[in-house]
């Protein structure tokens, strides 16, 4: 709205700042941190009043976490509200980027509330079905995925190289599905802890703002030796009211949380981080800054597919999370040490920029 107003003047005056995309990331960052500290307090009386009990907890998890019944779930819904509220009033929404981002978070945040408020209802962690949440999320992510590549090549960029790619044709878009999904899922398995996704989700956003950026510069494309995307810039305020948001929620889910973000706030998230990371052609770099939610996603595939076939498990419980419970680390160990493993990833993310 801010931004379309200035536009309308021709960005005349002060309106002049509104031209940069670095005034407008931090001002979506402040605006998201702002409402979510803002509307926190109230909105997760609202969620205890109206949910009871709280979200189910799982009687064969770690015994640490029965302590937490009576949390409320759904704070994603927070998260979602600060963010668009961020986006509105800083963001170019007429963007093809920009809609498709906001397809996606607002489509995975949409079923990941049928899944939270199916739970709370019938008291069971279990949810809406697997297969149709899937179905569900490829629709989403086929959507945008259609609109971000008649913005882009449909080359998969290979970091570490200089100009380095591998022309995938149409399997691009099934590829870009499945990056968007895959992360979004990632994501939500991630969710098992105290603040566990949170950081992580931040630290991720603020590193592909910064990818996002330099992408949409043709200056910094060209010195950098990475794929130049126009408009992806604008995807950098996104990324910065991601964390705006998500530290705003934050502040509410500190240990002990007084509120979880359910899969109404990790699906949408994650989504969202798999939707600018193939927008802005950084598809495998996302799997190296997000390697802790890729660490989480596999621990969970290794889990089932040798416990279908030996009996026998790989870790004492996955996510791989809950196996570190399992040896005897407390929780805020555990989610300490991933945020700095997040940290680590993020750097070596960045490093492929320059590293090519």
Known sequence: MIYLLA????F???????????????????????????????????????????????EDGPSTHFAKRGTPTMGGLMILISLLVAMVLWMDLADPFVLACLAVTLGFGLIGFLDDYDKVTKRSHKGVSGKVRLIAEFVVAGLAAWIIVSQISTNLYVPFLSRRYIPLGYFYYVFAAVVIVGAGNAVNLTDGLDGLATMPVIIAAGTFAIIAYLTGRIDYATYLGIPHVPHAGELAILCAGIMGAGLGFLWFNAPPAAVF?????????????????????????????????????ASVIIQVFFYKRTGR????????????????????????????????????????????
């Open 7 to 10: 536009d309308w003047f021709h």
């Open 12 to 58: 005349a005056g002060l309106a002049n700042l509104i031209r940069y995309q670095s005034f407008r990331a931090g001002a979506a960052l402040m605006t998201a941190l702002a409402v979510g500290l803002l509307i926190g307090p109230r909105f997760i009386v609202m969620l205890r009043l109206r949910q009871g009990k709280g979200q189910p907890i799982r």
């Open 261 to 297: 973000m359910g899969d109404t706030g990790s699906l949408a998230l994650g989504g969202a981080l798999g939707a600018i990371a193939v927008a802005a052609h950084h598809e495998i770099v996302l799997a190296i800054v997000g390697g802790l939610f890729v660490l989480e996603a």
């Open 313 to 356: 498990r790989v870790f004492r419980m996955a996510p791989i999370h809950h196996h570190f419970e399992q040896l005897g680390w407390a929780e805020s160990t555990v989610v300490i040490r991933f945020w700095i493993i997040s940290i680590v990833l993020a750097v070596i993310g960045l490093s492929t920029l320059k590293l090519r």
